[in-house]
Every structure is written in C-alpha cells, then in structure tokens.
C-alpha cells in the first residue's frame, strides 16, 4: 500500500523556519516528480514547489520563491521542504504529493499528481 506522510509542521514565529519530510512508503519513488501544495482555511489548496524524479528541476510559487527550498533524497525515499523567512500567510496545511509517470518532470498542475499525503500543519504568528 502506498503511502505518503508528511512531518515537521508547528507554530513557529514569524520569520522562523520549519523544515517539513515527506517519506513515502509501499514502492520507491525514485523515478517520480514530486511536489508540496497548501492550503489555508476557505481558500484552494495551491502549488508551493515541485522537484523532478532526478532533482534537476524544480519549481516555486512565486510566494515561496527564494524562502523556501524543496530537495529529495531518494535512498530515504523521502522529499524536504525547507521553510524559511516563514510569514503568517503561509499559516496552512502543507501535504506532498506523488506524480506516477514515470520519469516525470516537475509541474505545478495538482492534477498531475497521483497520490496524496495526509499533510501536517504549519501555523506561523505574527
């Protein structure tokens, strides 16, 4: 059974960090894009960042862009996200996600996404 599960989520005071995990389990996903989305209460999760299956590309919402930083490590099975300069509108719940094609690109589109974790909550104070 696949899993995705997401870690690392708290209060952190605004312009703090956080760095979040997400280990997958059930199959290796070293040959799948990944990404992080979020989101906030009444508002549609959105795309926060993406990492291609080989690490080489990546993508960022222009919100997190030069705060936060995605990275994997595939003998974990694992993929990061590092969250600094953290500001109150980034108060959410932050899950992964998994693309299956195989060799995927990173994208931005949640519908290229296949599975899904739970996700872990970051509220930052201001």
């Known amino acids: 059974q696949v899993q995705l599960v997401e870690s690392g989520g708290g209060l952190v005071q605004a312009g703090g960090s956080l760095r979040l995990s997400c280990a997958a389990s059930g199959r290796s996903f070293r040959w799948n894009a990944m990404g992080w989305f979020r989101q906030a209460p009444g508002k549609e999760r959105e795309f926060v960042a993406a990492i291609s299956w080989s690490g080489g590309s990546t993508y960022y919402a222009d919100s997190v862009k030069g705060r936060f930083t995605i990275s994997r490590d595939n003998a974990k099975n694992t993929v990061y996200l590092q969250m600094n300069s953290l500001k109150p509108e980034d108060t959410a719940v932050y899950c992964c996600?998994?693309?299956?094609?195989?060799?995927?690109?990173?994208?931005?589109?949640?519908?290229?996404?296949?599975?899904w974790g739970q996700g872990t909550q970051v509220t930052v104070s201001s």
């Open positions: 996600a998994a693309d299956m094609k195989y060799l995927s690109g990173a994208a931005r589109d949640r519908r290229e996404y296949d599975y």
